[in-house]
């Protein structure tokens, strides 16, 4: 059923009785892997930047003869990347009423007459608590989602908000357009191979394919049940993944709700992060309690947060994949 807007109250927050069951997935597997709302790194400034650097080409005929003069001098040049942090901010408010009556019930909506209640405990004792957890919750959502599919923006005001980079739209090197074809062998290899070349995938373990549902079942019938492999599973940064084998070693499989349907996403998560801007006395991520407007008790969730990919190159992506059967 739908969230409320604006204040709690025991007419639009009633309480039941009975086990309480989440109805909407949780799962965040990008953001756990790379180290969650409690790994990565702090900086100091809402536009944080790493660095890169790239080495000549390996070359075969650069011998010197005996006695020659030293050549000419060469150095490697640095580059830089940057992104942003964003603000993630949400509001709990509850009425003193909603927040004391925790053994008053709602209705079990039965037309029976003898069914009008039915015992039992309020498995929330403690509304604001319960709705503080879910807010945050909430918030780890969004910020996985954002650090795959977000679109970078730096405003040069105060009237649109900072939006960081996610990892599809970082990915500029390694790409493949499918123009709607499915999923193929070859494309996945090649895509892999584009990757390899430019030095990602080589940290054992940390190699992911990041994928839908769709897309996972297709990986799964080219890779597994079309080579008679054994689908294995193994822990990265505390997600459970299943590992397939190819050609570039044994890469994890990443199945991620928040991927576009016709996109499949290689990435070496050791060069992800994420990064936060911590306020002083208060650190990543807070609750505080907002000012008295009233008869009731209003807190908010704060924090601002930024995805560090690394080096662009050491990851790919296929684009318009044809997504269903």
Known sequence: MPGITGMGTTFNLPNFVGELFAASPQDTPFLSAIGGLTGGRSVPTTLFQWQGYDLRDAADDRQRVEGAAAPTGEARARFNVTNVVEIHQEVIELSYTKLAATGQFASTGSAHPGAVGIAGANPVPDEADWQIRQSLVQTARDIEKTFITGK??????NAT????RGILQAIATNVIDAAGDPLDHEMVLDLLQMAWEHGGIQESGMATLMCNGYQKRMLTKLFVTDANYQETTRNVGGVSVSTIITDFGELNVMLNRYMPTDEIAIVSLEQCQPTFLQIPGKG???????AKVGASERSQIYGEVGLEYGNEKAHGKIT???DSI
């Open 161 to 164: 908000p900072r939006k960081t």
């Open 320 to 322: 318009g994949l044809k």
């Open 152 to 157: 970078f923006a730096n405003p040069s005001t």
């Open 284 to 290: 990543f991520l807070f609750v505080e309690p907002l």
